[in-house]
């Protein structure tokens, strides 16, 4: 499970480089209503229940792909070089978010 956890860090991080991510549940939900939706939408475990709730609930409506993201905020911060705290992240791009969603399953034992 670890080499999982790794092999998803690495991705996020190649993702971020290439300019694929998007940070913050306002920017992330904002973009659901429009042109830009995000392929996969990421949420961090120690987000708290009510964004959990918001994220989830609007990417059911928009038919977006929604993934628990088994790292802290903090931890996603940092792998993502922001300064400050990530607790959701969309990713845009249909390739990054094949190659983070099925690491997510085998993650959480699907």
């Known amino acids: 499970m670890a080499d999982g956890i790794q092999r998803v860090r690495g991705m996020l991080g190649f993702a971020t480089k290439a300019g694929k991510l998007r940070f913050g549940a306002d920017t992330v939900l904002d973009n659901l209503r429009g042109r830009d939706a995000p392929c996969l939408v990421l949420i961090t475990d120690d987000a708290s229940e009510n964004t959990k709730?918001?994220?989830?609930?609007?990417?059911?409506?928009a038919g977006v792909r929604f993934s628990a993201l088994p790292l802290t905020s903090e931890e996603a911060g940092h792998i993502t070089g922001r300064a400050a705290p990530v607790?959701?992240?969309g990713v845009y791009d249909e390739g990054f978010a094949s190659l983070i969603s099925p690491e997510q399953n085998e993650l959480k034992g699907m």
């Open 53 to 61: 709730k918001r994220v989830h609930d609007k990417c059911g409506s």
């Open 87 to 89: 607790a959701v992240i």
